[in-house]
């Protein structure tokens, strides 16, 4: 059974960068597309990148530019570089697998001065 879990996330000032983990266990690592989300208090949780096993990405129009998805098939991780953050990209962020319909536990991420 696939388990994820994100590590990362934190408190930083708008304009600074965090890079957010999400580690696999169990599964088909390399073969599985992989996405970002993140909800925002008061929203609904919303696509932010993600990376197919032929490493095709995808990022939503308020990213672009300023993340970076990535993934590790031998560690069996998939990074989000975020840069350029701003107070709206506070949230907890998600990994998930659709294929086997698995989701982290989120990790908060808090853009403040």
């Known amino acids: 059974q696939v388990q994820l879990v994100e590590s990362g996330g934190g408190l930083v000032q708008p304009g600074g960068s965090l890079r957010l983990s999400c580690a696999a266990s169990?599964?088909?690592?390399?073969?599985?597309?992989i996405g970002w989300y993140r909800q925002a208090p008061g929203k609904q949780r919303e696509l932010v990148a993600s990376?197919?096993?032929?490493?095709?990405?995808y990022y939503t129009d308020s990213v672009k530019g300023r993340f970076t998805i990535s993934r590790d098939n031998a560690k069996k991780t998939v990074d989000l570089q975020m840069n350029s953050l701003k107070s709206e990209d506070t949230a907890v962020y998600y990994c998930h697998i659709p294929a086997v319909q698995r989701w982290g536990q989120g990790t908060q991420v808090t853009v403040s001065s």
């Open positions: 169990g599964g088909i690592f390399s073969t599985y597309a």
């Open positions: 990376i197919t096993s032929g490493d095709d990405t």
